[in-house]
């Protein structure tokens, strides 16, 4: 069994696990509401009845955030797995590059965002690749002292597809286009791969990141 | 009277609490711990609608909905699950299921199929 597989394996079965938790949280929370709702059918709304009421709410959106989270980590599962030459959906990859290193950003203040809902782009290269790539431009923003909220979306552009990174809001957003700028090749891809950041002179702060293959040479800066 | 279900599953603390949701909503509804409990119940009761977790120790949802369906072909059933990619290409039992649900479930939702699901046997007719 390959280290991948293996990986692949284990983080399956917890995602697994992980859903069968938030599902007895949401289906228990559930209950408390919908006892509270009956209570206050019956007899009106009490103060304690309505707090209790929003906690079991909140708790509810939280077992939401985890289910997404737990999405994500499956993908990662599968994902680890995959071909390098893909096929990869690039818009999947970045929501699911945004939830599982939300946490990490959070702490170089970096703000993550990608659009729900947007059609898929595909791509011929491996998601593993392309979430790499994303790690190596967040660490990019974290070295300049990060503090800015970055966006991120699939596009196609000139016949090739790759992600628009947009730098917005926070008080490092001028050091941290500056450092993109100065970056045009990230380190560190499998050995026949390169990522590529190009500044998108038209609609700056914007950045487009593209991955293709280097026909069997490392890349470096 | 209201809709009756069968639902298994052998995570307890969930499918006890999501059937005593569905009592508060007027379902009868029948909760068992197995595969093999499923058939016999399914067999005994007739329920309206089976629900079946897919990944569950000794007979396992997938061969739960093959052997019901060969007895009762139009026996509305859905299966859930805890794993995001469910491997079904037309061919597999679980192309069988009339939807495939993933843990956790938003209530709401869960309770929409389930109409549906029941709606869509009525229609096609139960006649085993």
Redesign the interface.
Known sequence: MTESRCMARLLASAVHELRNILAVVRESTGLGIDLLDMERKSTGARPSGERLHGVLEDSQKAVQQGAALSDAMDYLASASEMEAKGPCDITRVCHVFCLLYAREARSSKITLQTDNGEDPVWAQFSPVILLRALLDVVDLCTSVGGQISLRLSGERRDRHEGVVIEVFDGTNRELVVSALASCPRLEGLRIGWRAKLMPWTSREPRFFLTISETGGQAETN | MGLRLLLADD?R??VD??A??LR?RDYEVQVVYDGAEAIRAATSNKPDLVVLDL?MPGLAGDEAIKQLKMMYPAMPIILLT????VDDNGTSPVSQAFACL????A?KDFVAIVEAAVREGTTTGRGE
């Open positions: 995570e603390d969930f609490t999501l005593e949701r508060l990944y805890g794993h995001q990619a993933t843990k956790p479930l209530f």
